[in-house]
């Protein structure tokens, strides 16, 4: 059984006070006010010269990886308030040029604050939790519809709990077990930040490394950034770059290192001020660290995590995962049913969302964090001074008023405070391709749940596992967590594009001569897009694999054309608004779809 460290109340009570003391200096003339003194002590970051701090975001793009922080923290809104220190009661007095000593009453424990909640939660209790885990999987199962789902739980070290439900492909024979492999989609991100914390505690980086250090070619849009960016900025989201840059440009088939160049062309938000989740700028810091091990990131992974932990069913490359006899193929919904129509490869960013594996694999990987870095039989994977950065609390990434609790990244994991006190260690995973995954970690009391679903993300995962969250620290489930999860997860299947589901207008002016239109168009995000004839109509042709798109009239010179991809969902529709000076042929065109990453005007060349 794993041995897990049970930390003090210390640091927290030392912190405490030292954000009280910020405050009071902050609010006394020092310069600066009491916000950004908080701010700072919270993200324990710099800003860099150019920029000020400034508000920070939550993009509505990141609520696949930080819902279960935002429901849990709105849920429980109006628990959260601050207790008095229990020493706060005593009081100096006396006349004038003198004093007494203050002493605490004898009814008052004279004990350091605990750093959970006094509320006591047995192993009886966690036990009776795991009892009902079955039978929670079954009715969110049925309720969802979805085809397949695996379940494990990990209790002090050991696996309590692993099962397998469902289907790993519709309409096709074959159970899901607790050793079918899922494709994992984000989860990804916090497997390879234990990853990193190895490569910190053998010294070859450090969190702080970086990342042009080892990507020589790396380049951002300032230049002061570029040299400085590090990382753990990029692990915690706070590098500037805007919400999912690159991921359209992957769907067009840009490679790794293509995107990683295009970067460059991108403005930057406030640096390490600014929270937007970004796979690409995720995926530079760990193939950082890959560069500064001499190795490849899918290689690091199974050399320093997957084969030392026994974890034989993972993978960090999409070709050993389709190759798995034992796989959960991705589902989408379609007229109302499942379907496995798409395949996702997600090898370009492959330590932000390319990992697959089991349940069985996972719960080694679960003990092992709540082991403080060390796993079953003594197998150690990082110092606990590696992998609590990881683990702590980086940056707001869910900005919430005093009177709830705000949620936070830490370097690849969502970071979270309960009604309860208690934190939570938590990711989600989601392909619009179809996979919903989650796990959850309550390390006060050595308990973790992850489960992996084969349909697209409807919050079925994350449901589960705040249902078992709640019967683990209350005895009780004490909302509607699939209700909640399927409301706030609905909009991610949504298709884009304001023409989406919509007729052309019945008085749409005509077209220009076609030939006005055609031609080559090119910008330093998308890259050149050719405009051409295609029998009595127009065709697109965008990205390195040439893929080619038909062009609807919609509207004067207005067209538009559906978009494929991990990035659009089914019945998404972007409008190409070409740009005309009178008669003569357009000088420019505007995509809708890549407008997202504020890149949709090319211009013709």
């Not at 036990?127 to 009902?132: M, S, Y």
């Not at 490869?345 to 492959?350: E, L, R, S, V, Y």
Request: glycine residues 12%; proline residues 6%; contains cysteine.
């Amino acid at each position: 059984m794993a041995q897990h460290r049970r930390r003090t109340a210390l640091p927290a009570l030392a912190a405490a006070v030292s954000a009280v003391a910020l405050a009071v200096t902050a609010c006394t003339g020092s310069g600066g006010s009491a916000v950004s003194s908080s701010t700072t002590a919270v993200t324990g970051t710099t800003a860099s010269p150019a920029g000020a701090a400034s508000t920070v975001t939550s993009p509505v793009a990141s609520t696949a990886s930080s819902a279960g922080a935002t429901i849990a923290s709105t849920a429980a809104a109006g628990s959260s308030g601050a207790s008095t220190p229990a020493t706060s009661g005593a009081s100096s007095g006396g006349s004038a040029g003198g004093s007494t000593t203050a002493t605490a009453p004898s009814t008052l424990d004279t004990r350091y604050p605990p750093a959970v909640a006094d509320q006591e939660v047995s192993d009886a209790q966690v036990d009776a939790a795991i009892g009902q885990v079955d039978g929670l999987a079954t009715a969110v199962m049925r309720r969802s519809g979805i085809p397949g789902m695996a379940v494990a739980v990990v209790h002090h070290g050991t696996v309590a709990f692993a099962k397998g439900y469902g289907v790993r492909k519709e309409g096709s024979p074959g159970a899901v077990d607790a050793d079918t492999v899922f494709q994992l989609a984000s989860v990804s991100k916090a497997i390879g930040a234990t990853v990193v914390a190895h490569e910190v505690t053998e010294k070859t980086v450090d969190w702080s490394t970086p990342v042009s250090k080892y990507l020589h070619d790396f380049r951002l849009s300032d230049p002061w950034v570029t040299s400085h960016v590090t990382v753990g900025d990029m692990y915690a989201h706070r590098s500037g770059l805007p919400a999912h840059a690159g991921d359209l440009l992957e769907d067009l088939g840009y490679s790794q290192s293509d995107i990683f160049r295009r970067l460059g062309v991108l403005p930057l938000q406030p640096f390490r001020s600014t929270y937007a989740y970004t796979n690409f700028g995720l995926t530079a810091g760990a193939e950082a660290v890959a560069a500064a091990a001499g190795t490849s990131w899918p290689d690091l992974s199974q050399r320093v995590l997957y084969q030392p932990l026994g974890m034989t069913s993972t993978s960090s490359r999409f070709a050993d995962y389709a190759a798995r006899p034992n796989r959960a193929w991705t589902h989408v919904q379609v007229g109302g049913r499942w379907q496995p129509k798409i395949v996702r490869d997600a090898d370009q960013q492959t330590p932000a969302g390319g990992v697959s594996s089991s349940v069985n694999d996972l719960a080694k990987w679960l003990a092992m964090i709540l082991g403080d870095g060390t796993g079953s039989g003594g197998v150690k994977i990082a110092s606990p001074d590696a992998l609590d950065p990881a683990l702590s609390a980086q940056i707001v990434a869910s900005p919430a008023p005093p009177q709830d609790r705000a949620g936070f990244y830490g370097f690849g994991f969502d970071v979270a405070y309960q009604s309860s006190g208690r934190v939570e260690i938590a990711h989600s995973g989601a392909f619009s391709a179809g996979a919903g995954t989650n796990f959850v970690l309550l390390p006060s009391l050595d308990v973790g749940i992850v489960t992996l679903t084969n349909a697209s993300p409807i919050g079925v995962a994350e449901a589960l596992n705040q249902q078992f969250a709640d019967l683990v620290q209350y005895g009780a489930q004490r909302f509607d967590w699939y209700g909640l999860y399927s409301q706030a997860l609905g909009g991610l299947g949504a298709p884009f594009g304001r023409y989406a589901g919509k007729q052309p207008p019945a008085n749409a002016r005509p077209a220009a001569d076609l030939s006005r239109y055609v031609g080559t168009y090119a910008n330093g995000w998308v890259g050149p897009v050719q405009v051409r004839r295609a029998g009595s109509g127009l065709e697109l042709v965008i990205g390195p694999r040439k893929q080619t798109y038909r062009l609807t009239h919609w509207d004067g010179d207005v067209w538009t054309y559906q978009p494929s991809g991990e990035s659009a969902n089914p019945g998404s529709v972007s409008a190409v608004t070409f740009a005309r000076s009178g008669q003569g042929a357009a000088t420019s065109m505007d995509i809708e779809f890549y407008e997202q990453d504020g890149e949709g005007v090319l211009r013709r060349t």
